[in-house]
Nanobody
Framework: QVQLVESGGGLVQAGESLRLSCAAS????????MGWYRQAPGKQRELVAT???????KYADSVKGRFTISRDNPKNTVYLQMNSLKPEDTAVYYCNVILYPFRNYWGKGTLVTISS
């Protein structure tokens, strides 16, 4: 089994920054993709940022230029640096990992709330 533990969520004012962390542990094999999704109440879960299988970065249009995904491969940890936060960024942020072959794992989520 694989466990994903997110941390770093909280309540901040608009314009401030947060950094989310996701540490993967357990039976880690080859990682096909690793990144972040978010879900606000009443909305579908959406991609925020992820590393593709090729190691490139993919971002939602709404966060480009503000969010940066990074990783520490030896620690199996992925980060999401969130700058210039907006109230519309308020959501539960979920870490997602896809392992070969086709094994999809999710963290429990960390709540990010941005007040105006």
């Amino acid at each position: 089994q694989v466990q994903l533990v997110e941390s770093g969520g909280g309540l901040v004012q608009a314009g401030e920054s947060l950094r989310l962390s996701c540490a993967a542990s357990g039976s880690i094999s080859s990682i096909a993709a690793m990144g972040w999704y978010r879900q606000a109440p009443g909305k579908q879960r959406e991609l925020v940022a992820t590393f593709t299988s090729a190691g490139s970065e993919k971002y939602a249009d709404s966060v480009k230029g503000r969010f940066t995904i990074s990783r520490d491969n030896p620690k199996n940890t992925v980060y999401l640096q969130m700058n210039s936060l907006k109230p519309e960024d308020t959501a539960v942020y979920y870490c997602n990992v896809i392992l070969y072959p086709f094994r999809n794992y999710w963290g429990k989520g960390t709540l990010v709330t941005i007040s105006s």
